[in-house]
């Protein structure tokens, strides 16, 4: 159902003319799981304001993910299977990322205990 869309918007009263679009679009993620195309309890979310590349913590899977846009999205920190651990190379527990336009990528390492640069 990537790229489906559902356009119904409620409009209200007020500055601007404002609305609330009430259907969603699926941009990454397709169910639970460990291969790129799933997520598995995403959390922290990016958008590099430049680049306008989102980057997604997928706590479970111990792992950030880039999103190249049309449901395609790329491992950018922690191993692509999902391994966790406490090495240099894998993360456990990301919860919370930040990137800058050169794709610099600081991790919020939750399990442990520390920040990871990438």
Do not use: C
């Not at 989102?54 to 999902?82: C, F, H, M, P």
């Amino acid at each position: 159902m990537i790229g489906r869309e559902l356009k119904v918007s409620i409009k209200f009263p007020g500055p601007g003319n404002l609305q609330w679009m009430t259907g969603g679009v699926t941009i990454i993620g397709n169910g639970q799981g460990s291969s790129e195309v799933y997520l598995a309890f995403p959390g922290g979310l990016y958008l590099e304001p430049k680049t306008q590349h989102l980057y997604v913590a997928d706590i479970q899977n111990n792992r950030v993910l880039k999103s190249l846009g049309y449901g395609e999205a790329v491992t950018v920190a922690g191993q692509s299977d999902g391994t966790g651990g406490s090495t240099a190379d894998t993360l456990w527990s990301p919860v919370d990322v930040f990137a800058d336009e050169y794709e610099n990528v600081f991790v919020a390492d939750w399990n442990n205990h520390r920040i990871q640069y990438w």
